[in-house]
């Protein structure tokens, strides 16, 4: 019970570190464009599953030009 309260819901040490990059994407992409960041990721991640060739950084941070070329 105490484990299912600290990794909010997560039943696995796999689903708590999937939920806690999922949570870290939300709130990146939140500071970016706080108007609607659900509504920012629901579009990248229906982008991605559209077109599985798309590089998926780009999609969720379009803006964001501090990698390097490849």
Avoid at 3 to 10: P, Q
Avoid at 43 to 64: E, H, Q, W, Y
């Amino acid at each position: 019970m105490i484990a299912r309260k600290v990794s909010f819901g997560s039943q696995s040490e796999a689903g708590s570190q999937t939920r806690g990059v999922l949570m870290t994407v939300l709130h990146t992409i939140g500071k970016r464009d706080p108007a609607d960041p659900v509504l920012a990721l629901t579009t990248a991640l229906d982008r991605i599953a559209k077109d599985p060739t798309v590089d998926s950084f780009d999609v969720l941070f379009p803006d964001d030009h501090s990698r390097s070329p490849p």
